[in-house]
T-cell receptor, first 112, second 110 residues
Framework: GAGVSQSPSNKVTEKGKDVELRCDPI?????LYWYRQSLGQGLEFLIY????????KSGLPSDRFSAERTGGSVSTLTIQRTQQEDSAVYLC??????????FGSGTRLTVV | AQSVTQPDIHITVSEGASLELRCNYS??????LFWYVQSPGQGLQLLLK??????LVQGIKGFEAEFKRSQSSFNLRKPSVHWSDAAEYFC????????FGAGTRLTVKP
C-alpha cells in the first residue's frame, strides 16, 4: 500500500485479556519496527525485523509481549494478560534497508 | 549503546522568531540521524535525515539541521517559526533499531 497501515486504530480491553495489534508495512520495505509511546513520553523501541534475519527483541518489556512477521510482510504484536501499564500508543514503522522510517498512525491501547 | 538526549522538554517561541531544538547523541560509529515531527493526534513525519556528506541538511517545512561530530549534536533550526509548527519534535539516531529522544514540545505564541 501507499503507507503503513495499523489496525485497529483504537482498542479497549479488560485487564488480563490478550490483544493482537496488526501492522501492514509499505510493500517492498525490508525492515519493520514496533515502538510504544506512553502519554507524554518518547518512543520506546520494542522489536525490529530485518528481512529473514532473527528479530531484535531487545526492547520487549516482558515475556507477555511477542511479535511475528509472516512472509516478510504483515506483522502482529501480541500482548498477553494485559496490564494497565500496557496502555499506550503502539506505533509500527517500516523502512527500506533502515534508511528512514515511515510510521503508521498507531494503535491506541487502553487497558481498563 | 546508541542513545539520544533532547535537553529541552518544552520550548515556547513567538511566531516569526527563530528556533533551535537541541539534540545530542551517543553512537559508536558514524551515525544516521533524523528529526521527526508529531502534530497533535497525528503520526510521526520525517523532517530531515543525515547519513553522510554535507553536515548541513535541509528538510521539509523550512527546517534544517547541522551535524557537529565534535559536539555529538544534531540541532534542528528554523529561521522563522509559524503557528502551524507547534508540535512535538523527536530526534533519532541509528540505522536498524533506531533510538528516539524523549521529544521537545514546541509552543508558538501569537
Amino acid at each position: 500500500g501507499a503507507g503503513v497501515s495499523q489496525s485497529p486504530s483504537n482498542k479497549v480491553t479488560e485487564k488480563g485479556k490478550d490483544v493482537e495489534l496488526r501492522c501492514d508495512p509499505i510493500s517492498g520495505h525490508t525492515a519493520l519496527y514496533w515502538y510504544r509511546q506512553s502519554l507524554g513520553q518518547g518512543l520506546e523501541f520494542l522489536i525490529y525485523f530485518q528481512g529473514n534475519s532473527a528479530p531484535d527483541k531487545s526492547g520487549l518489556p516482558s515475556d507477555r509481549f511477542s511479535a511475528e512477521r509472516t512472509g516478510g510482510s504483515v506483522s502482529t504484536l501480541t500482548i498477553q494478560r494485559t496490564q494497565q501499564e500496557d496502555s499506550a500508543v503502539y506505533l509500527c514503522a517500516s523502512s527500506l534497508e533502515g534508511l528512514g522510517y515511515t510510521f503508521g498512525s498507531g494503535t491506541r491501547l487502553t487497558v481498563v | 549503546a546508541q542513545s539520544v538526549t533532547q535537553p529541552d522538554i518544552h520550548i515556547t517561541v513567538s511566531e516569526g522568531a527563530s528556533l533551535e531544538l537541541r539534540c545530542n547523541y551517543s553512537y559508536g560509529a558514524t551515525p544516521y540521524l533524523f528529526w521527526y515531527v508529531q502534530s497533535p493526534g497525528q503520526g510521526l513525519q520525517l523532517l530531515l535525515k543525515y547519513f553522510s556528506g554535507d553536515t548541513l541538511v535541509q528538510g521539509i517545512k523550512g527546517f534544517e539541521a547541522e551535524f557537529k561530530r565534535s559536539q555529538s549534536s544534531f540541532n534542528l533550526r528554523k529561521p522563522s517559526v509559524h503557528w502551524s509548527d507547534a508540535a512535538e519534535y523527536f530526534c533519532a539516531v541509528g540505522a536498524g533499531d533506531m533510538r528516539f529522544g524523549a521529544g521537545t514540545r514546541l509552543t508558538v505564541k501569537p
